[in-house]
């Protein structure tokens, strides 16, 4: 039977440390890694300056790709709220046809309702119809 190893405060300390000490020594690998491998590329592209203007090319590709697709995204979006504008349009003006046919009935109860109250224009037709069944029966008659 093998007993079990007590690993002290200072142990786990030093333990610690030592990943750190690791995982920093790693980072700056990386970092001059990655610094090594730009001022290369750079070499490169300054000696080959027909492949920067190729790399320089395929990115203004890309941008003009990128820039078609967000302008189609745009215009759907214009569309979609061009017809929402519409449809809110249609709603007010058949408000304005209501109430003026409740006046010339004179039918005030539903002439100023929806003037006191900011009239519910941009509501939703179930709420601005009414919701119990007698102001729908009068508002079919109107």
């Known amino acids: 039977m093998v007993a079990p190893v007590?690993?002290?405060r200072e142990t786990r300390r030093g333990t610690?440390?030592?990943?750190?000490?690791?995982?920093?020594l790693i980072m700056g690998l990386f970092e001059d890694f990655?610094?090594?491998?730009?001022?290369?590329?750079e070499e490169f592209l300054k000696d080959n300056p027909h492949l920067e203007l190729q790399a320089l090319e395929e990115q203004l590709r890309e941008?003009?790709?990128d820039t078609l697709r967000l302008i189609a995204?745009?215009?759907r979006e214009e569309k979609k709220l061009q017809a929402e504008i519409l449809?809110?349009?249609?709603?007010?003006?058949?408000?304005?046809?209501?109430?003026q046919k409740a006046q010339a009935a004179n039918?005030?109860?539903f002439s100023r309702g929806g003037s006191r109250t900011g009239g519910g224009i941009f509501a939703?037709?179930?709420?601005?119809?009414?919701?119990?069944?007698?102001?729908k029966r009068t508002d079919s008659k109107i």
């Not at 990655?34 to 590329?41: C, I, K």
């Not at 939703?124 to 102001?135: I, M, V």
Request: charge should be negative.
């Open 124 to 135: 939703s037709r179930e709420s601005t119809l009414g919701t119990n069944a007698g102001s």
């Open 87 to 99: 449809a809110v349009a249609q709603d007010v003006q058949k408000w304005h046809q209501w109430v």
């Open 16 to 24: 610690s440390l030592l990943f750190f000490s690791i995982e920093y």
């Open 73 to 75: 995204d745009l215009s």
């Open 34 to 41: 990655s610094r090594f491998l730009e001022t290369r590329l």
């Open 107 to 109: 039918r005030f109860r």
């Open 6 to 8: 007590n690993i002290g």
């Open 63 to 65: 941008q003009e790709e």
